[in-house]
């Protein structure tokens, strides 16, 4: 678990960013391309990353 987390949240917040800049119509060469839908999916999966590595080091910090 000591690296599952932390692991788990830098994947999720690169994934959030990548469909979050091709929902937004920034990054091209998808279906996604343009979608509000995976605009609102990618800002949602970010968020969710970045609270995954925000709990992993409060929690190593303790």
Known sequence: MR??????GVVLALVGAVWTLQGAGL????????SRLWLV?????????VWL??????????
């Open 3 to 8: 690296f599952l987390l932390p692991a788990l």
């Open 27 to 34: 990054l091209g060469g998808s279906f996604m391309t343009g």
């Open 41 to 49: 999916i990618g800002l949602v999966c970010l968020v969710g990353g």
């Open 53 to 62: 590595l925000v709990r992993a080091v409060r929690a190593r910090a303790r």
